[in-house]
């Protein structure tokens, strides 16, 4: 037998941005490359691929995951959000996407989406953090343009906002 013929590929079925979805994919494969393989997901971003950069990261029922060390096969009957799914009906921007343009907190941009889903998570969270705690929970990404106060500045001021209107 092949190598080609050793492959395995299993049903995958999730809602993904919304919409149910379903998928034949290799077994080994990474969440990353489903999304960006199978459904032209390209805010999800390569970079490190072994789970240190956050370029990645998407929102798993909520959570916030590295998706290049998350097996595709794993997200069967699980919710995906990626950056694609946060505009409104009509391709307007969130709040958290207007804030980085607003805080120039994009430069290249490639660690971008990574670092908005963490944001997504954080403000869906609806507590109120610290600026260091905040520093923190975005510790999980490099961006190399160096951006970091920037991009926490979008984050805290898209946090005061919900909160504000939560009131
Ligand atoms: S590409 Fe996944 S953490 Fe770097
Ligand atoms: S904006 Fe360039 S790596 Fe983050």
């Given at each position: 037998m092949s190598k080609e013929q050793n492959i395995q590929y299993k049903l995958v079925r999730c809602k993904i941005n919304g919409v149910m979805k379903e998928t034949m994919v290799d077994?080994?494969?990474s969440l990353t490359d489903m999304l960006r393989g199978e459904y032209q997901l390209n805010s999800v971003k390569k970079g490190c691929e072994v789970g240190e950069c956050g370029a990645c990261n998407v929102l798993i029922d909520g959570e916030c995951y590295n998706?290049?060390?998350?097996?595709?096969?794993?997200?069967?009957g699980k919710e995906i959000r990626t950056v694609?799914?946060?505009?409104?009906?009509?391709g307007e921007l969130s709040d958290i996407q207007q804030a980085f343009i607003d805080e120039a907190a994009v430069q290249c941009g490639f660690c971008t989406p990574g670092i908005i889903m963490s944001a997504v998570e954080i403000l869906e969270s609806g507590k109120e953090y610290t600026r260091e705690e905040l520093r923190k929970l975005l510790s999980g990404h490099l961006c190399r343009c160096t951006g970091y106060e920037n991009i926490l500045n979008a984050v805290e001021k898209t946090m005061q906002k919900r909160l504000k209107k939560e009131l």
């Amino acid at each position: 037998m092949s190598k080609e013929q050793n492959i395995q590929y299993k049903l995958v079925r999730c809602k993904i941005n919304g919409v149910m979805k379903e998928t034949m994919v290799d077994v080994r494969a990474s969440l990353t490359d489903m999304l960006r393989g199978e459904y032209q997901l390209n805010s999800v971003k390569k970079g490190c691929e072994v789970g240190e950069c956050g370029a990645c990261n998407v929102l798993i029922d909520g959570e916030c995951y590295n998706s290049c060390i998350y097996l595709a096969v794993w997200a069967d009957g699980k919710e995906i959000r990626t950056v694609e799914g946060l505009m409104g009906e009509n391709g307007e921007l969130s709040d958290i996407q207007q804030a980085f343009i607003d805080e120039a907190a994009v430069q290249c941009g490639f660690c971008t989406p990574g670092i908005i889903m963490s944001a997504v998570e954080i403000l869906e969270s609806g507590k109120e953090y610290t600026r260091e705690e905040l520093r923190k929970l975005l510790s999980g990404h490099l961006c190399r343009c160096t951006g970091y106060e920037n991009i926490l500045n979008a984050v805290e001021k898209t946090m005061q906002k919900r909160l504000k209107k939560e009131l």
